[in-house]
């Protein structure tokens, strides 16, 4: 029953290693453009214009209501008759950069609501610009309680990837499905993917945490 | 802020006697809370004025108005002769844009009962932050300003330390320097002993003696330490539900105040004491 086969397993590993490079330039790509389009969208909210803050929150309220691997599809399948025709990389890198994007963006701006208050007094006491006053004052304040969603996050969007494979994105799962569909052996490729995904998942996690504490300790805010 | 009638309102002071600040019948409210009831209030150059009062009389908002921390629903402020919360528009005044607002606050510095050092900077970073970002000094020059600062505070073998691993105190005393490494002409000071451990207060106390004594500078404190305020002030005023209530040298409001509410505010004072 349960047949387990050590040759097959040597076998199909380096095709499954290879294709991990590929999940994790899938996920550091996408996480690439959540940190910065999060953080755009973020600051979008802090205008004073009231109908860009509705209309950035509208959106993203959108991408959070609405599951991933539809995203996902819509941008690979639906786009080519606006026009936009993109390649599986190219769509899935934008759905799933879009979309953790807009989770990024709460978690920045839990971040920037934690600064006190007296910090943009002091800002404007001492007569900072408005982007000075972002970016040297309350941004680095701002990303130490960021790190931890962030973080999460990032195992998040890493395990994401892969939906990826539904548009043809040859990432890990990709690969042990076409595996699969040639050998008619399942356990083996799954079995392998789970145990990557873990030993690269828990590491990263730890990471995180020791970052953080990093970071605090660079700031000089522990 | 709420349309008004400015005409009333010059479009600059002028005269061989400008006051540094001026408030011209300045209305301040929260909805239907009036925190300040067309205030006028002058301070001239070099003057100390100490402002006490009750909590909720709106002393503090006094200072947050002219640190532009918050907006006005009447009247104009001005500072140097020129409007702060209006600029000149052909000739009437409207109001000041942020533009406007930046230039003339540059004149402004204020300490905080909270001290709101930025804690992700040192000490010397702290003070150095405007005069490099804002006034454009040089690097070397703006250190040199900051450590002669931070010596007169008496913080000059902390100046690389972070906040957190600063006393209350010394925060203050560091917050002072870094407002005066802006050479504002106006210095404010919000409650800055409130948040200190009695002993170290003093510390801080003698700190705005020594800028007193040493700087022509124009200063408007709010405090509750009225020993302090009697020493070292020109003119105190009494503020009551949003008004000044009666205001006079401090020999005299302090030992011969004559309004019954000053009176009573000094005697609970004191019983406090």
């Known amino acids: 029953m349960f047949d387990w086969r050590w040759d097959f397993t040597w076998d199909i590993l380096p095709r499954l290693i290879v294709a991990t490079g590929n999940t994790l330039l899938a996920a550091g790509l996408g996480y690439a453009i959540a940190v910065v389009l999060g953080l755009v969208l973020a600051l979008a909210q802090r205008t004073p214009s009231r109908a860009l803050t509705l209309v950035v929150r509208e959106a993203i309220e959108f991408v959070r209501s609405t599951p991933l691997v539809l995203q996902i599809f819509f941008v690979f399948y639906v786009g080519p008759q606006f026009g936009l025709r993109l390649s599986p990389w190219t769509a899935g890198m934008i759905a799933i950069g879009l979309h953790y994007a807009a989770y990024l963006s709460e978690v920045y701006r839990g971040g920037l609501e934690s600064v006190p208050k007296g910090q943009w007094e002091a800002a404007t006491s001492l007569n900072l610009s408005t982007s000075r006053t972002y970016f040297r004052v309350i941004l680095p304040q701002a990303l130490p309680p960021s790190l931890a969603g962030m973080g999460n996050y990032l195992v998040g969007i890493f395990k994401d990837t892969p939906m990826l494979s539904v548009i043809g994105v040859a990432e890990l799962m990709h690969t042990a499905n076409a595996i699969g569909s040639e050998t008619y052996r399942f356990l083996e490729p799954y079995t392998l993917v789970g145990i990557i995904f873990l030993a690269l998942s828990l590491p990263t996690a730890a990471g995180i945490r020791l970052f953080e504490a990093w970071v605090r300790r660079k700031l000089g805010m522990v | ?273």
């Open chain 2, 1 to 273: 802020m709420d349309a008004q009638d400015l005409s009333g309102f010059p479009l600059r002071l002028e005269g061989d006697t400008v006051p540094m600040v001026s408030f011209r019948k300045v209305t301040k409210s929260y909805g239907a809370l009036v925190v300040l009831d067309s205030l006028d209030l002058d301070i001239d150059e070099g003057e100390m004025v100490s402002v006490i009062g009750p909590s909720g009389s709106g002393k503090t908002t006094v200072l947050r108005m002219l640190m532009t921390l918050e907006t006005i629903n009447g009247g104009v402020i001005y500072v140097d002769g020129e409007p702060l919360t209006h600029m000149p528009r052909g000739d009437r005044l409207v109001p000041a844009d942020s533009r406007h607002m930046r230039r003339i606050r540059a004149k402004i510095g204020m300490c905080f009962q909270q001290f709101n050092l930025f804690p992700h900077m040192t000490a010397l970073e702290n003070c150095m932050e405007g005069p490099v970002h804002v006034l454009g000094l040089p690097k070397k020059e703006a250190r040199e300003r900051s450590e002669e600062l931070l010596k007169m505070v008496g913080m000059a073998e902390k100046r690389d330390q972070h906040p957190s691993r600063l006393s209350g105190g010394q925060q203050q005393r560091v917050a002072i320097a870094r407002a005066m490494a802006m050479r504002p002409k106006v210095m404010l000071f919000d409650e800055v002993t409130s948040a200190l451990d009695p002993e170290v207060i003093g510390e801080v106390t003698n700190v705005i003696r020594k800028l007193v004594a040493e700087h022509h500078l124009t200063m408007l404190m709010v405090t509750h330490q009225m020993g302090f305020a009697k020493d070292i002030s020109d003119r105190v005023c009494f503020f009551y539900g949003g008004r000044i209530e009666e205001q006079g040298p401090p020999e005299q409001l302090f030992a011969n105040p004559k309004r019954e509410r000053t009176q009573q505010f000094l005697s609970a004072v004191k019983e406090a004491v």
